[in-house]
């Protein structure tokens, strides 16, 4: 229907002789197109898609006419993009509530102006030790810059003591950490150990700190034995005093043990050298690791900031002297709790300093500042926040649950439930409760807890000391859960916000522009997956190598995982260390380094643009244009215009699919079913049909097409040819013969298009019964043979013109597809 409509608008616009081809080649489309699938030619193929590109190229040139598959699709579109405009403000509030939520209980700026200052001190502070003994020096050391002189500095910045216990409420300026941050409790010392029994080296108090260490043994012992056992009097070689717990398996003093203990000075001998390096969690795996959850193998000790700078430096001191740190230790920390109310929120922040020593004799440093607010609202604007993020998030979750169980109604719940949508959706979903309950964590559990702990110590006031550690252990206990759940639910919100990310593209997907963007990306995987397939062992067979070579010599290589992130480097910045890596082995630094860079970074990198290119040029010529965002911007603001008159895109769909009887929609059509519809949604409408009947039409004119066409057409040619010179020779033997008159037969049953052809014509002269044959053309002969001979010359006239046609309309066709192959 679609060919031969084509052809009628064709025939009525041409004139005869044009309408007599179109006529023809309509017939030949209908012929092609009742043929089955199977039994179709290449030609009959090309012949029916030529009708369906006249038919709506046709249409598409016309006002107010559309074909109804056409305008089906057009109007499904509209659908879709409504559907997609009224999820997309919902889509914005959800993600800008949930970012200005999250963004209101943190203060990222304030934070990071107060942990950098912390960080570039103790980085400055370490990064210098290169011993165990250096370490120690720069713990006791009181010098400016040092351990001491940071944390235990009992003098404001002019030389004054600082006042302890203001009021009740103030606790005063004792403790301070860069004049702002001030010390909460104690400062704890931990250390890890392969063996849990006893070890230190013997030792003589002579001052009353000192002796009271030593008979309690305070961290020289697990803290299980140190927290269940009695305490018991211990000699130490000065005065005798009532210490803290011991551990049973410590024998009694010998006498070569009391020898032993004449000094309480070490030689540098004593302490097994090792290098301090800044670790990183890629390390932390080949390092000896001990769980925190364990305490049988776990030895601390307390500081008090109440104490003076020279009584602190005293108890290091015992420390270091009796080897706290020798080679079973496997890690270090130093932890405490610092508070700041002068920037912002009050916020509590912990500090933990960590040593790890490995068995190659070197030791990591590392630090981690966690920041926990005893503020949860940032005024009203974050309850508001968190208002609108709570209310989005039961009404996205409701809306999923009537999806969910209008699916098991209809026996699609199956399906439902197999669909990436639906499981992202899902997600989305399970992740913001989440946050939600890491929320109320931090109201009503971790923020109330460490509040308390902190008003306990707080009322203990600068008297804190051995006898009130048991709310010091209360303040780390409730500040390690506070400060560990709220960087979880740190990271939680982050990715979070990129999951919401995803939500935004089903809403553009509905823009024809937009979609082309999204339908690259999914378009794209399956060639990037077979890239990754080649890529993948290509580079891990780098990242052995490169580990091989470079690994003993450079930290970046040491481990799988550091070698892998580095080659990731190299391949984004294609920048390298070339003189550490050949400084050994340059021959096969060299190799390595120069074919990772020929064969990764400019051909593999390179690769992936290319495939991301074509693929966006094929899904951009395949897809359909559509109207521009502005454009369907102004669309929705003519339609929020006239909302009261704008028939609803759904109910037009509906009116189209009750068309099925009619092939063509027009102008009265939708006059005739919508009266109120506006003159403006008329326009638009068919001017959205006729841009897809032209994109559909031009769809069809690709290079593939039209070599498929040219074929078809080429042979047709050569059949026509052959036609021809059959008609020639047979007019050389017996004129009659090719002689054609084409006449209709109008058996009154059919239409025209479709009536059969008589191919003889119907002027057929009349011989006498046994006449004598006429060899020559004579003027005087019969009537009839003069009208033969005419006929005869005008059709060879005629034949001769349509010879002449057809080889110039070949030599186009040659003329085309050579320029064609020059293009390819």
């Known amino acids: 229907r679609l060919g031969a409509r084509g052809g009628v608008s064709l025939v009525v616009a041409g004139s005869a002789r044009r309408a007599c081809g179109c006529l023809a080649a309509m017939a030949w489309i209908q012929k092609a197109a009742e043929l089955e699938p199977k039994d179709r030619k290449m030609a009959d193929d090309v012949g029916v898609a030529a009708g369906f590109v006249l038919t709506l190229d046709n249409m598409a040139g016309k006002d107010g006419v559309a074909d109804r598959t056409t305008a089906q699709k057009v109007a499904r579109r509209n659908v879709q993009r409504s559907t997609s405009c009224l999820v997309l403000p919902l889509t914005v509030a959800y993600f800008v509530s949930f970012i200005t939520s999250v963004r209101l209980h943190e203060d990222i700026t304030n934070v990071f102006f107060l942990e950098s200052a912390i960080r570039d001190r103790l980085d400055a502070m370490f990064m210098e030790v290169d011993t165990v003994e250096a370490l120690w020096d720069v713990l006791t050391d009181s010098g400016q810059g040092k351990f001491s002189h940071m944390f235990f500095n009992d003098q404001d910045m002019y030389g004054y003591p600082q006042a302890p216990n203001i009021t009740e409420e103030i606790w005063g300026d004792r403790g301070m950490v860069m004049n702002y941050n001030q010390i ?60 803290g717990p011991v551990d049973d398996q410590r024998e009694p003093m010998t006498e070569t043990d009391q020898e032993a203990r004449a000094t309480d000075n070490l030689d540098v001998d004593d302490f097994h050298p090792r290098r301090l390096h800044m670790g990183r ?63 912002g929120r009050t916020r509590v922040e912990q500090l933990t300093i960590t040593f790890r020593l490995s068995d190659a004799g070197s030791i990591y440093y590392e630090r981690d500042i966690q920041c926990y607010f005893l503020q949860f609202f940032y005024g009203t604007a974050s309850m508001g926040a968190d208002l609108m993020f709570f ?29 990436l949508h639906t499981a992202c959706e899902w997600l989305m979903i399970m992740a913001g409760w989440w946050v939600l309950y890491g929320y109320y964590q931090m109201l009503f559990v971790w923020g109330p807890s460490l509040v308390d702990a902190l008003k306990t110590v707080h009322q203990q006031g600068w008297s804190l000391g051995p006898d009130r550690i048991q709310d010091v252990e209360a303040l780390f206990l409730h500040g390690h859960a506070a400060a560990e759940g709220l960087g979880n639910l740190r990271v939680t919100a982050a990715q979070y916000s990129i999951l919401l990310m995803f939500r935004f593209f089903v809403s553009f997907e509905s823009q024809p522009r937009l979609a082309v963007v999204l339908n690259t990306m999914k378009n794209v995987l399956t060639d990037l997956f077979h890239f990754l397939v080649v890529f993948v062992p290509t580079t891990f067979a780098y990242v052995i190598a490169g580990s091989l070579i470079f690994g003993r010599r450079l930290e970046g290589f040491t481990t799988l995982t550091e070698s892998l992130g580095t080659c990731f480097r190299i391949a984004m910045e294609s920048e390298y260390e070339w003189e550490d890596m050949s400084a050994e082995y340059f021959g096969a630094a060299a190799m390595w380094a120069w074919s990772y860079l020929l064969l990764v970074v400019l051909l593999f990198l390179n690769l992936v643009l290319a495939i991301i290119l074509d693929v966006y040029n094929e899904t951009r010529e395949s897809s359909f244009p559509g109207e521009t965002l502005l454009d369907t911007i102004g ?79 080429m042979d047709t040619l050569d059949t026509a040819h052959q036609s021809v010179d059959k008609a020639v020779k047979a007019r050389s033997s017996n004129p009659l013969a090719s002689w054609t008159c084409p006449k209709m037969d109008h058996d009154g049953q059919h239409d025209f298009l479709f009536s059969h052809i008589v ?57 085309e597809a050579d320029s064609m192959e020059v293009e390819a």
């Open 635 to 713: 669309q929705l603001m003519k339609k929020g215009y006239k909302f009261r008159s704008w028939v609803p895109d759904r109910a037009l769909e509906g009116q189209l699919s009750d068309l099925a009887c009619e092939d063509v929609v027009d102008m009265s059509t939708l006059q005739e079913r919508f009266p109120r519809m506006p003159e403006a949604q008329r326009n638009a409408f068919f001017k959205a049909c006729s841009a897809e009947m032209k994109w559909e039409a031009g769809k069809h004119v690709h290079k593939s097409a039209v070599l498929k066409l040219v074929g078809s057409v």
């Open 759 to 815: 191919t003889k014509g119907y002027k057929h002269p009349s011989f006498e019964k046994n006449a004598a044959a006429i060899d020559t053309y004579s003027r005087d002969g019969p009537e009839w043979l003069q009208d033969v001979w005419q006929l005869l010359i005008q059709q060879k006239q005629w034949i001769e013109y349509t010879n002449w046609h057809l080889q110039h309309m070949q030599w186009r066709l040659e003329a």
């Open 281 to 343: 969690s890629e390390l932390r795996a080949a390092l000896r690791e001990a769980p925190s959850a364990r305490i049988n193998d776990t030895f601390r000790f307390w500081v008090y900031p109440a104490e003076t700078r020279s009584e602190i430096a005293e108890r290091l001191n015992y420390y270091k002297a009796r080897n706290w740190i020798d080679d079973d230790t496997e890690r270090v920390e130093i932890a405490m709790y610092l508070m700041n109310s002068e920037l």
């Open 184 to 243: 909460q409790g104690a400062i704890e010392f931990k250390q890890w150990r392969r063996s849990f029994k006893d070890f230190g080296l013997p030792y003589n108090c002579t001052t009353p700190i000192t002796c009271d260490l030593c008979y309690s043994n305070e961290g020289f012992q697990t803290i299980d034995n140190f927290v269940a056992r009695a305490p018991i009097a211990r000699e130490c070689g000065g005065e005798r005093r009532l210490g």
């Open 391 to 419: 209310v989005m998030l039961v009404l996205n979750t409701a809306h999923r649950v009537y999806v969910l169980w209008r699916s098991f109604l209809q026996s699609k719940l199956f399906s439902h439930l197999l669909k």
